[in-house]
């Protein structure tokens, strides 16, 4: 695996861990003993984590965004983690109940791989690649910046995130 930071972490690993496994669609945020793990491919994960409080989060995002028609107004939906632009906001509410600003987190984002090259579809028709835009697009517009990086390509990606040290792990199949 693969360590996606630029400097070996010094944290201490809790002797106590809360491990969850993120589907797709799902999100988890958590505290410092907590290790959050999950599987991609055209999906994307997204970890935000806050260096001076220990706490975060990674959500499992599917889609950029909900299909106009399945757009109606609240309570007839919820708010889904599938969706880029959901998901985000539900990570974003987890930092405003804690008081956190997005310009104090660290943001990593993996996935987004053509996982059907062999079937050579045109360009605008990628999911990887509209979720990357997708995210990226939602992450400037909040005042997010990227610290670390994993995506596209044709690969699986196994990603690992320590909440306690922001660390984020990933190995491509």
Known sequence: MQLL?????????????????????DL???????RIRT???????????????KVGGMCHIMLPS?????KVTPPAWETSGRYADEAIALMMDEMAALKIKSEECQVKVFGGSNM?????????????????EAV???LKKNGFNIH??????????????????????????
Request: net charge positive.
């Open 5 to 25: 930071d630029s400097k070996k972490s010094l944290a201490k690993r809790p002797e106590k861990i809360l491990e969850i496994f993120l589907q797709p669609g």
């Open 136 to 138: 990226f697009e939602l």
């Open 39 to 53: 599987i991609l491919g055209s999906c994307v994960a997204v970890t935000i984590w806050h260096p001076r409080k």
């Open 28 to 34: 988890h945020w958590g505290g410092a003993g907590t």
């Open 148 to 173: 670390a990086n994993n995506y596209g390509g044709e690969d699986a990606r196994y990603v690992i995130f320590d909440v306690w040290s922001g660390d984020a792990w990933v190995r491509r199949s």
């Open 66 to 70: 909900r299909a106009p028609q399945q």
């Open 116 to 132: 059907f090259s062999r079937l050579n579809l045109k360009a605008n028709h990628q999911i990887g690649d509209k979720n990357l």
